[in-house]
């Protein structure tokens, strides 16, 4: 008899990101498995979220409260609906010699999260790990976003159905609905010379969808920017546009005013 090693090639790295799509819609993604062995290569494909020890495995601190590096949970938000957020065709079949798999990676949020996550494992025979990916993704609820800044929330979150204490009121006529917030902080350093500006910056997207099937790019503009400047706040453009699919960075920078005062820290929207 003679002994010989499995060995295939990934098409991708150890991250396959899916990128933004809109809630209840979904993207596709396409990875391949070439087998470069002179066997035939029998292969079973599984995800982290259909785990049976996954329950057992939650039963531990959230990754938020622990070192980065002890991360042991790679399963992020998941629908509401109960089914999987990402799923994968095939699941199981043969990989002949010289061949090459291909693996269709769907992604379809349920609801609105940046969190969407898990690990897809190709297995061999049953037992040998070839290939990890972890999967990633972001739902937005509207196809036009605006993000960055310091994180507001956790990256997990309940998929208990909590009830209102109090009926919600039907929103008035002529009311503008909620905005979300996006908190920026900039940190100067005083003392270097020339003046080095604090910095950071907004990521506005569109997403590509139905939606937007008739627009090539989306239209953008900030206001109360004179105000924002009076305050030592500068924008890289007050207005712009992004296409459909894209997402373009916008800097932010912030140099103290001449009758700045370290007692009282400026604040600007």
């Not at 993604?29 to 057992?56: A, I, W």
């Not at 040998?128 to 976003?145: I, N, S, Y």
């Not at 929103?171 to 609905?177: D, F």
Request: some cysteine.
């Amino acid at each position: 008899g003679c002994g010989v090693m499995p060995s295939t090639v990934c098409s991708v790295g150890d991250v396959l990101d899916l990128g933004y799509v809109v809630a209840r819609e979904e993207a596709t993604s396409t990875f391949q498995v070439q087998n470069t062995s002179t066997l035939t290569l029998r292969y079973s494909v599984q995800l982290d979220s259909l785990s049976p020890t996954r329950d057992r495995d939650q039963q531990r601190l959230p990754s938020f409260l622990i070192s980065p590096s002890q991360r042991t949970e790679f399963v992020g938000t998941q629908n509401y609906n109960g089914l999987s957020v990402f799923s994968i065709f095939p699941t199981e079949g043969e990989i002949l010699t010289g061949k090459t798999q291909d693996f269709v990676v769907t992604f379809s949020p349920d609801h609105e999260s940046l969190y969407y996550s898990d690990r897809l494992k190709v297995v061999l025979f049953g037992k040998r790990t070839a290939h990890v990916l972890l999967l990633k993704g972001a739902a937005r609820d509207q196809p036009v976003f605006v993000e960055g800044g310091v994180p507001l929330d956790v990256p997990v979150e309940s998929l208990a159905v909590t009830l209102p204490t109090a009926p919600l009121e039907a929103p008035k006529a002529g009311l503008p609905e909620p905005v979300k917030s996006i908190l920026l902080e900039l940190e100067y350093v005083e003392g270097e010379h020339p003046p080095v500006p604090a910095t950071t910056e907004l990521r506005v997207g569109a997403i590509r969808t139905t939606q937007l099937a008739s627009k090539k790019n989306v239209e953008f503009s900030f206001d109360n920017v004179p105000l924002l400047q009076q305050k030592g706040f500068t924008l890289g453009a007050g207005k712009g546009t992004v296409e459909s699919g894209q997402v373009k960075l916008i800097g932010v920078s912030w140099v103290p005013p001449a009758d700045f005062h370290v007692s009282s820290a400026p604040a600007a929207s």
